[in-house]
């Protein structure tokens, strides 16, 4: 089970930076309140991500997931995942926390799963160099878009349509998997036509809530993750953080934390920095679902607030040589959040050998790795303190599908919360629309000419060059 140890963000570890002691207890009328609300609206409107773990909806994608999975096991030596923001970055963190670093470069017998790749970008670079080792003929390819019409993915599949029509022929959906709207759409209709096999993107589970639905599950079973206990792992959590009981309620404390340093204490930057390289993923993926669906010029009454909070992600020990003489010096405008791992598995007992015969760096000698990153982290917890930097830290027990699970719960329920907290919608994001529009104008797609020449008005030629 997750454990957060929040002391560090009470004025009794960090004076007049943190929050009062009894901050919890203070609140837990409100918190209550909160909760209760949000209890209430679980698996409505664009809540529906919350029945992501429970039945009916949960035993429905994975015998969905499985299947396609166990159809495929075999036929591929490489999938390539195509998607971007929150049809990427879930599929992405999970294969990183879960599965080995080197696990591309393992033989056939040695890995659970076929070669993965996720494909986030239409950098021209990127995509050639990741098609310049997969042999469409030995490739799946799972395509995400709820709609079929996000420029990027749809840039992306269009490509590799025409690569396997060209190489396998008139079989080329047989080497596709979409995972998009079940019922309409751009991306719906051309499965159709093709005879491409679909896994759905729920109804009412936005794309940075989807990577416990098929958008992140095929992906994790077609690579060997036992996909049943990140549900699991997230269900439990979720019972967690339904007790109205605020000091029992992991997400509804770690939400108040961080809003009210954020709000009260002008600590609006907010670092994810986790001790294990299995999670430094995980911080991207936490980035995009704190700043989009907290980041709001308008709150629910329409008034303008400009709320939100930017979130940084940081890996311990790398980022203690770069990242932490700023925030220890710089000014006192952050809350870092560490994660801790306290069983490393098989990779616990890596010992630092003696006999180097240097005395600078013998009392290394005969230490564990794992007590040395642990203790670094603690180091630099100690170091905060002392400097009145708010921080706090997500004890993981072990770094497997379970906790994985928990953890996205966690961020995305405390998400919910922050969003009631700061008054505004936490599901929208009309200022990416913009960009989106802007896009389409540029590319010459009909119907959008007017952004064309809004974006050329804007960003005409100027004098300002050097």
Known sequence: MLRIDYANCLRSRVGEHGLADDTISAHAEKLTELTRSLNDSRGT??????????????????????AVANDSEGRFKNVIVLGIGGSALGNIAIQSALNSPSYNLLSDSERPGPRLFVVDNVDPANLNAILSICDPKETLFNVISKSGETAETASQFMI????????????????????????????RSICDDAGITTLPVPEGVGGRFSVLSPVGLFSAAIAGIDIDALLDGAKAMDERCSNEDASKNPAAVLAHLLVRLGVDQSKPNHVMMPYANSLKLMGDWYAQLWAESLGKKFNAQGNEV?????????LGTTDQHSQVQLYREGPNDKVIGFCEVEDFGDDQSLTIPTGMGVDAIEYLEGKRMVDLLN?????????????????????FPKVDAHH?????????IATAYAGLMLGIDAYDQPAVETGKKATFGLMGRDGYSDWLSKVNDTLGETPFVV
């Open 375 to 395: 203790a670094e982290k603690r180091a630099t917890e100690y170091a905060l303190v002392e400097s009145q930097r708010p921080n706090y830290t997500i004890k």
């Open 45 to 66: 409107g664009w809540e529906r991500w919350r029945e992501l773990w429970n039945a009916p909806m949960r035993d429905t994608h994975l015998n969905q997931a499985h």
């Open 306 to 314: 400009f709320a939100g909070f930017t979130p940084i992600s940081a």
């Open 160 to 187: 590799i349509r025409k690569i396997l029509q060209d190489s396998v022929g008139s079989r080329w959906a047989d080497h596709v998997v979409a995972i998009t709207d079940p019922e309409k759409g751009t991306m």
């Open 404 to 412: 994985v699970g928990e953890f996205i719960a966690l961020w995305e």
